[in-house]
């Protein structure tokens, strides 16, 4: 079945959880208009069915989200659609659960952000590659910094670094680490306690500790979706999506060490792409992202 024929997002419900299975490898699970259309419109059925107790938000291939979909021009109207997605997870009445078992970057951390719960499984790596391709994490911002440590956020939003499931949890961003696994028995007591709880039970609880962040998002969400915009279509931003597509070094790129023969490096040689780093106390590694023209090299809005 062709990308474009069938669903981006699978729901199946099962025991009282929802399962939305974000299913556009092709680009990677790619922030696109249409996977965005569809993952609010499976929310929201979820939020009406009260058969439903609890989201789990996962996903096929080996990239869970790798952020927004460059093969789109880029457009205020795509920054609010991402603010819209990001808040209906948060003001969703009912408990939404993340289980990752790939490499996620950039948007895609918005939705973990935006998830009440998170667990991180074998193969899960994570990283906020804009900065390195002229952008900033504008939008996803406003439900990652009130989870993250701030020490962590400065680090990992300045430097572009690649960091694992393990780190993921020290830092916040994900709640359950489960390196060796599918995530899926480590989550198996947290959606057991979810279908105990009562839907008045879980709807109130759920206000209380999500107040704060849609706040957040009344007061940020319109600057920053105009941040984002006006980012993307930023010659910067231009230069580091390309050089991204072309496997070269962008232009603001210093050089590379000299050789110790006293020969240079050609362009592009020895320096990182973007959306390369390296895990804390690791040697630089390649990140997968999106092939040229298929999707986001880690972007968000």
Not at 48 to 65: E, I, Q, S
Not at 96 to 124: E, K, Q
Not at 185 to 209: F, I, M, Y
Request: proline share 8%; net charge neutral.
């Amino acid at each position: 079945m062709s990308p474009a024929s069938g669903p981006l997002v699978r729901s199946v419900t099962e025991r009282g959880i929802t399962t939305l299975t974000l299913d556009s490898p092709h680009n990677r699970n790619a922030l696109s208009t249409r996977l965005v259309g569809e993952l609010r419109e499976a929310l929201a059925a979820a939020g009406r069915d009260d058969r439903v107790r609890a989201v789990l938000l996962t996903h096929t291939g080996t990239t869970f989200c790798a952020g927004a979909d460059l093969s789109e021009p880029p457009s205020a109207s795509g920054a609010a659609g991402l603010v819209a997605l990001l808040r209906s997870i948060v003001e969703l009445p009912k408990p939404v659960v993340a289980r990752v078992t790939g490499h996620v970057r950039a948007g895609g951390l918005g939705l973990l952000g935006a998830c009440d719960i998170a667990a991180a499984g074998r193969g899960a790596t994570f990283a906020f590659t804009e900065a390195r391709l002229g952008l900033a994490p504008a939008v996803i911002s406003i439900p990652l910094l009130p989870r993250l440590d701030r020490s962590a956020a400065v680090r990992y939003y300045l430097t572009g670094e690649r960091f694992d499931a393990k780190e993921a949890a020290r830092i916040g961003l994900v709640t359950i680490a489960d390196p060796e696994g599918d995530a899926q028995e480590a989550l198996a007591p947290v959606l057991d306690g979810l279908r105990r709880g009562s839907p008045q039970g879980l709807t109130e609880s759920k206000r209380l500790v999500t107040a704060e962040v849609l706040r957040a998002f009344d007061r940020d969400g319109e600057p920053l979706a105009a941040l984002s915009a006006r980012l993307f279509a930023s010659e910067e931003a231009r230069e580091g999506m390309t050089a991204f597509r072309e496997r070269r070094a962008p232009a603001w790129a210093p050089d590379t060490a000299p050789d110790p023969r006293g020969t240079r490096s050609a362009p592009g040689e020895g320096t990182a792409e973007p959306g390369a780093g390296a895990r804390p106390g690791a040697g630089a590694e390649p990140v997968p992202g999106a092939e040229p023209g298929t999707g986001a090299p880690g972007a968000s809005r």
